[in-house]
């Protein structure tokens, strides 16, 4: 059994054409949006031919693209594996955005991957290592639209139009739902071009969204990849098909992690489906939201965000290395919160943990 950069290793040495776009190389490239590109790849408003990724890594600002706590040392041993590889190693790298709203407690972020055999993808960063970027998570799934899907609207169809041939778009986390609510809303003649939208362990929508037009012209291209004790992938899990797969990680934190999936050969290992536990959780949390207005949603996610922000953790990696700590925090503040969103507030806690 191997991860992402077992499979690079294993299979990095064939082409596009020998072997096709794959699921994995979807995750491959959402994770990678994850690097900051800023000063290295073009911008969205640039005209220019992109860079390729082996000449990333003579470029004199290469080093900041790792200041992703969470993911330093993987992301650093991900893109030394691509660099190396027959697969990727001349793929280019343009249309590059970085957007951060303090106000709104917004970041976006995205990039387009174009790889050997007319290969083309769209990939929209995820949430950010920080506890404020978990609370965008929440909020995308109940609160849409946010700026952050707003402006994924705006990214696929200026880029849309640049582009001739069809394309995939997608993400994780975060960046999944982004991938989809910008394809269902973007223009048709780009819905079009898009060959197959994929949402890797991403939130998804109220009911409202998905009975909308726009979810029905591509809920055929969608594919909605989540490990076996999802959390975030599974909020709002509504219309959306999806594929389990196994994960060495540990709870909605540890298995959020795409390093933790697991890989045979060049295809992810796939279970029947969520874990029973976990599946309950998410069907109850699920339940529950759809019976809230606007306003008591976003008192919910408040609360959330203050519970979890009582442990002074400022990272995921930070709450979760000292969960057993952090967990008792969170339990002694619960007396100020009333009957039945307490009960949803501690699966949720204890979701992310175990």
């Known amino acids: 059994m191997g991860n992402l950069i077992n499979y690079i290793e294993t299979y990095g040495t064939y082409s596009f054409e020998e072997r096709p776009f794959n699921d994995i190389d979807n995750l491959i490239l959402s994770q990678l949006s994850y690097l900051k590109y800023d000063g290295i790849v073009p911008g969205i408003l640039e005209k220019k031919n992109g860079i390729k990724l082996l000449d990333i890594l003579t470029h004199p600002d290469r080093y900041k693209m790792f200041t992703d706590e969470r993911y330093k040392v993987v992301n650093r041993s991900l893109f030394e594996a691509l660099v190396f590889s027959r697969r990727f190693q001349t793929m280019r790298l343009n249309h590059y955005i970085q957007i951060t709203d303090t106000k709104k407690e917004s970041q976006f972020s995205a990039v387009t991957f174009f790889l050997d055999g007319g290969n083309?993808?769209?990939?929209?960063?995820?949430?950010?290592?920080?506890?404020?970027?978990?609370?965008?998570?929440?909020?995308?799934?109940?609160?849409?639209?946010?700026?952050?899907?707003?402006?994924?609207?705006?990214?696929?169809?200026?880029?849309?139009?640049?582009?001739?041939?069809?394309?995939?778009?997608?993400?994780?986390?975060?960046?999944?739902?982004?991938?989809?609510?910008?394809?269902?809303?973007?223009?048709?003649?780009?819905?079009?071009?898009?060959?197959?939208?994929?949402?890797?362990?991403?939130?998804?929508?109220?009911?409202?969204?998905?009975?909308?037009?726009?979810?029905?012209?591509?809920?055929?291209?969608?594919?909605?990849?989540?490990?076996?004790?999802?959390?975030?992938?599974?909020?709002?899990?509504?219309?959306?098909?999806?594929?389990?797969?196994?994960?060495?990680?540990?709870?909605?934190?540890?298995?959020?992690?795409?390093?933790?999936?697991?890989?045979?050969?060049?295809?992810?290992?796939?279970?029947?489906?969520?874990?029973?536990?976990?599946?309950?959780?998410?069907?109850?949390?699920n339940e529950w939201v759809a019976g809230l207005d606007e306003k008591q949603i976003k008192t919910f996610v408040d609360t959330l965000y203050q519970l979890i922000s009582i442990t002074e953790a400022n990272t995921l990696m930070d709450l979760s290395d000292e969960w057993k700590d952090n967990a008792i925090k969170i339990a002694g503040a619960f007396k100020d919160v009333d009957g039945e969103t307490k009960r949803v507030l501690k699966d949720i806690i204890a979701a992310l943990f175990l």
């Not at 929440?138 to 402006?151: D, G, H, I, Y």
């Not at 009911?207 to 291209?221: H, L």
């Open 120 to 285: 083309i993808y769209l990939a929209y960063r995820g949430t950010d290592e920080t506890i404020v970027g978990w609370k965008e998570d929440f909020n995308m799934a109940f609160l849409s639209p946010v700026p952050a899907q707003e402006e994924g609207l705006k990214y696929l169809n200026l880029v849309g139009k640049k582009l001739k041939q069809p394309f995939f778009v997608g993400g994780h986390s975060k960046g999944g739902n982004i991938a989809v609510y910008a394809s269902m809303k973007c223009e048709p003649a780009i819905k079009e071009k898009i060959r197959a939208i994929y949402n890797n362990d991403g939130p998804g929508f109220r009911k409202e969204v998905f009975d909308e037009k726009g979810f029905e012209q591509i809920k055929d291209k969608l594919i909605k990849l989540v490990p076996q004790s999802s959390l975030i992938g599974m909020l709002l899990q509504n219309q959306e098909e999806y594929q389990v797969i196994r994960s060495t990680g540990k709870g909605g934190i540890g298995q959020h992690d795409p390093f933790t999936w697991e890989i045979k050969d060049d295809s992810f290992i796939f279970v029947e489906d969520i874990d029973k536990g976990h599946k309950r959780l998410n069907e109850r949390l």
